[in-house]
């Protein structure tokens, strides 16, 4: 195995054109996983790229760099919108993989209970890609394409997240269902972005569930119906009908469907409160 760890993203773009490699940052899910495999035959390790880390404000939302770790995002000055998002990254395994783990490797492993998606989501985040051929930015959306699976080329890598500006006095919030509160995989999850209006009623809202499709999946029907509201909509079958939940040892997909409407109601008065 061969390990590279360049300190430019120059260098590291060159060497991920010249062969087939595998990216890593903090490696919390790349190491695990190669007890299910082969060893790769090299290893590019980006940890050390200069430009990467850090969360940063600009003049079209914020910019969070491809090795911006969980930690870095508890940590950081954001609006309240941004509030899910440290309620997931609080939630994400241990201290120590919070410290090493990444956002954009969440994001790379694409596993349908990735804690930082759903929140993500409701940002309507975008994925910045770069190569030697140059830049390009997919949303969210359409970057995960299933499970473990992604829209990454031949070349590419992700060099940071993307998120739009919110409305002013948006709030947001994540809630978590699991067979218990630390180092758990997700049976389901819900992350809400929610934006009321002078008289109190919803202007703005994005709702997005986890860990009950093979993507996770934003919920438009509910969205629009929560708009002119006080939060008080009913959880229709309707409003579910983007997910797809599977029965294995976490819970059934009946189950899924049942506990992920509560959780929307409870992410919803939350974020609305």
């Known amino acids: ?5 360049p300190d430019n993203l120059e260098d590291a773009l060159a060497q991920l054109d010249t062969e087939t490699t595998s990216v890593v940052s903090g490696g919390t899910d790349f190491f695990p996983g190669m007890q299910q495999g082969p060893a790769p035959e090299s290893i590019l390790d980006i940890s050390r790229v200069e430009g990467l880390r850090g969360v940063s404000h600009e003049s079209g939302g914020w910019r969070i760099g491809a090795t911006t770790t969980w930690t870095d995002i508890i940590r950081a000055n954001l609006p309240a919108a941004f509030d899910g ?3 997931a990254a609080c939630e994400v395994g241990s201290l120590q993989i919070q410290n090493t783990g990444t956002l954009a490797g969440n994001l790379v492993n694409a596993s349908p209970a990735a804690d930082g998606v759903p929140p993500l989501l409701s940002l309507r985040a975008q994925v910045e890609l770069a190569s030697v051929r ?3 930015v997919l949303p969210l959306s359409e970057f995960i394409t299933g499970v473990r699976q ?3 080329q031949a070349g590419e890598m992700v060099t940071a997240i993307l ?3 919110q409305p002013d006095h948006a709030r947001a919030a994540f809630n978590k269902l699991g067979s218990r509160k630390y180092l758990v995989i997700s049976t389901a999850m819900v992350a809400a972005v929610i934006n009321r209006d002078a008289q109190g009623r919803i202007d703005h809202a994005r709702v997005a569930v986890g860990a009950c499709s093979p993507v996770a999946q934003r919920l438009p029907a509910l969205e629009t119906d929560l708009i002119g509201t006080t939060a008080d909509v009913q959880i ?6 983007p997910l797809a939940p599977i029965s294995d040892v976490r819970g059934s997909g009946e189950y899924r469907l049942d506990a992920v409407a509560e ?6 008065t939350g974020a609305s409160a």
Do not use: D, E, W
Request: aromatic content about 6%; glycine content about 4%; overall charge positive.
């Open 150 to 152: 992604t829209a990454l």
């Open 263 to 268: 959780l929307i109601r409870r992410t919803i």
């Open 85 to 87: 998002l440290k309620q």
């Open 134 to 136: 140059g830049v390009r």
């Open 163 to 165: 998120v739009p500006p």
């Open 1 to 5: 195995m061969t390990y590279f760890a």
């Open 236 to 241: 229709t079958t309707v409003h579910l009908s």
